[in-house]
Every structure is written in C-alpha cells, then in structure tokens.
C-alpha cells in the first residue's frame, strides 16, 4: 500500500485508526464518543483494502443506524436540525453496495432543503445577492459558502452534477466570491466594508466549482490561494487549501512537506481532531482534489 512507503500518511491512518470504536464508527479524539463527522472523514480518508474492510464497513452500518428517515444525518440526535453532516455521509457510503440506498436517501435530501433565501432589497447591509439559495449549517439559517460547497460535492458524487439545485449553488458561489478572490463564511460586503477571504473557505468553494464554471471565472481565488497557502500551518485550513488548489491543478509543489510540517506542531500544540487528521489524509491522497479520493482509490 501507498502508506507503506509514505511516512505522513502512515502515521495519518494509524492515528485515525486508534480513534476507531468497537461497536463501529470513529470518535473525534482519543477515547471519545461516536461523532457522525468523525466517522466520514475516518472513511473517506482509510485506503479500501481487505485490512480496512471490516473497520470501514462497520463505520458504514454506525452512520446508516443514526440516519432519520428523511435521510439527513444529523450532529446529535439530539439536534435533528443540525444536519450538515448529511453531505459528508453522502461520500462516506459512496461505492458501497450495502449502502446505496442510504446514499441516495441522503442525496435526495440534499436536493429537497436548503438554506434561506429572500428577495434582493435595495437597502440591504450585504453586498451578495440573497435571492440565491445554496445549503445551510443549521435548518432555518442562511446559505453559506462551506456547507454550501460540502453539499454541491456530494451531489455531484452522488450522479446530481447537472440538477439545477447544483448549478444555483455554482451561481452562489460565484456570486460570493470576493472581489480581490478568494471567499469567507459568505459575505462579500456589509456596510459597505468589504470583507477579508478565509483559505478554509476558499479551499471548499474551489472544490465545489471543479467542472462547474470556466478557469477565468475563479482566477483571483486561486492567485489569492497560491499566496496564502504557503503560510498556513493549521491541519484543516492547509488541507481544504491543497485540495482547493489541486482540484484546479494548481496544488504546491511542498504540499507534502508543509503536511509533516502541520503535524510536527501536535508536538507542541496537542493532537489533531480526527476530522482535521482525515483531511490531510485525504489531501494527500487525492491529487485532483477531494472528489478525486474515489479515482485513486480504483487504480490502487
């Protein structure tokens, strides 16, 4: 196996595969609960060979156990409005036969919700137009960039690529990316103050819009990325940076190093969640960005 001969990513799955519980799924931290988004990013991210089978097949049959009939996958069973992590299951049951209705119960929710949206009014303290609906965090809340693109990606590995629900997301984001590139939580504007970009953002935006707009159209994203991202040191804001960049060809070529760089400061700092650990697992997996994780997984 590639990790074998990988250091960083040896010690990824290995730390990932600490997190593992018994009865199936993956906590966020060393001897913690079972968290839904733990437990995707802990799939996505472990190599599907026979050594993993039962361990990812069991995570499987915990995330589909804790999916509500309308197919959302919610934070806490507690908090049914909470369904965020519904996007990620999308790509957590992709590929597997035991789950495909699971995947398409989640799909179909997908296309059936969204976040709020309302007329454009002329005195309006944003400066991006809210007539557009993309995704939510949190049922009854407006769309924003990040769930947005995490919900326009699942749709599209999920065969949805052309549905109108992902073409307006495009439009959503296009619409909130800022004016010297790049995106935040987004907002573009408020009270005539135009805001700063996030590299976290950014990253998913630019994953969302691979073969969803022209190169021109998000040009000073990627200028602004290439910039910021040889700075950046934090696990998930470097890992959605190099998966951004890379979904566009764009991926740095001290991607590698700057991954064992991030996970040198654990040293320092403590251990990652086991979200945060998955996505530069992912990252560095995936050469063409975070969709690309399922066509490098079929040639390995």
Request: charged share 20%; glycine share 8%; aromatic share 8%.
């Amino acid at each position: 196996m590639i990790a074998d001969n990988d250091p960083p990513l040896s010690f990824l799955l290995n730390r990932i595969k600490e997190r593992a519980l018994e009865c199936g799924g993956f906590a966020s931290t060393p001897r913690g609960d079972y968290r839904p988004e733990a437990t995707c990013w802990g799939i996505l991210a472990l190599p599907s060979d026979p050594a993993n089978h039962d361990l990812i097949q069991r995570a499987r049959d915990r995330l589909a156990a804790g999916q509500l009939p309308d197919g959302r996958v919610c934070l806490s069973p507690d908090h049914p409005e909470a369904y965020w992590p519904t996007s990620l299951a999308v790509f957590a049951w992709h590929r597997s036969p035991e789950h495909r209705q699971n995947q398409a119960r989640a799909a179909q929710f997908l296309l059936t919700s969204g976040g709020e949206h309302s007329r454009v009014r002329a005195d309006s303290s944003v400066g991006h137009n809210t007539a557009l609906q993309g995704w939510s965090w949190i049922a009854g809340t407006h769309s924003w960039v990040e769930p947005t693109g995490l919900a326009m990606m699942a749709l599209k590995i999920a065969g949805h690529g052309r549905h109108a629900r992902v073409q307006e997301g495009a439009r959503l984001l296009l619409d909130r990316q800022l004016p010297q590139g790049g995106w935040n939580y987004g907002n573009t504007m408020v009270f005539g103050q135009v805001l700063r970009p996030m590299p976290l953002s950014s990253g998913i935006a630019l994953n969302a819009l691979k073969d969803q707009t022209q190169g021109e159209a998000i040009q000073p994203s990627l200028t602004y990325l290439k910039s910021r991202v040889i700075s950046l040191n934090t696990p998930r804001s470097l890992g959605w940076s190099l998966l951004g960049l890379a979904a566009w060809q764009a991926r740095p070529g001290q991607a590698r190093r700057q991954i064992d760089n991030c996970l040198k400061s654990q040293e320092k700092y403590g251990s990652y969640d086991t979200s945060s650990l998955a996505l530069l697992a992912v990252a560095l997996q995936s050469p063409g960005g975070l969709e690309d994780i399922f066509s490098v997984r079929e040639k390995s």
